[in-house]
């Protein structure tokens, strides 16, 4: 049981480059979320998914985008890669909401 | 809204006690607690509900008091394996995810 994949761990973006960080669940849990985390901050929602085929926004989505094609995989994608998105993006993962959170690795993630 | 977590910081000699607060100015449904040790991920500690008792685990306990939407972290006999960054995240039950507090670091020292 592999949990909550995340790819890459490490990864430098120019301003203005795109990319997309993988997240794949093995535990066949319904509830997928992403939230980025900056020093001090805690962890801050930006985007979730309650199912294959919806999503919803979090606290901060701006410059963001995710799909969920399957229950496994939610996949987040940055647009036009801006210094303020630096940060360390962690996915979790959960069976039914109210459960408790399974954390992928995290992927820390700079834009010069 | 993020919930307000105190203290922001504590140092603790090997077995010692500590608590760690959370707060919200919202209703709460749930209050999740996790630990995150640097570099790494968060882990999930344990889960209060709304109606529900104070939760255990090992020397690690925890309450839920719903009226002053309120929760505490209770560490006892603390060991160095306790080190690391306490996350509080709070549910109103409206079907959101969770809001994270900022997080308490606590440092066990010999």
């Known amino acids: 049981n592999a949990g909550v994949t995340q790819t890459p761990k490490f990864r430098i973006l120019k301003i203005g480059q795109s990319m997309t960080l993988q997240c794949t669940q093995d535990?066949?849990?319904?509830?997928m979320y992403w939230y980025r985390q900056d020093p001090g901050m805690g962890l801050k929602l930006i985007y979730y998914s309650v199912g294959a085929g919806i999503t919803d926004k979090g606290e901060v989505p701006n410059g963001y985008n995710v799909s969920r094609s399957t229950t496994e995989d939610f996949p987040l994608r940055l647009e036009l890669a801006a210094p303020s998105q630096t940060s360390v993006y962690f996915c979790?993962?959960?069976?039914?909401?109210?459960?408790?959170?399974?954390f992928g690795s995290g992927t820390r993630l700079t834009v010069v | 809204q993020q919930p307000v977590q105190s203290p922001q910081a504590v140092i603790l000699r090997e077995g010692e006690d500590a608590v760690i607060n959370c707060s919200s100015s919202k209703a709460l449904y749930s209050v999740h607690w996790y630990r995150q040790k640097h570099g790494e991920a968060p882990v999930f500690l344990m889960i209060?509900?709304?109606?529900?008792e104070q939760k255990g685990h090992e020397k690690i306990s925890a309450s839920f008091n719903e009226k002053k939407q309120q929760s505490s972290l209770y560490l006892t006999a603390s060991q160095l394996s306790y080190s690391g960054t306490y996350f509080c995240?709070?549910?109103?039950?409206?079907?959101?995810?969770?809001?994270f507090g900022k997080g308490t670091s606590l440092l066990v020292t010999p």
């Open positions: 535990m066949n849990h319904n509830y």
């Open positions: 979790a993962s959960s069976y039914v909401e109210g459960d408790g959170y399974t």
């Open positions: 995240g709070t549910e109103g039950g409206s079907g959101y995810a969770l809001n």
């Open positions: 209060l509900l709304k109606g529900g």
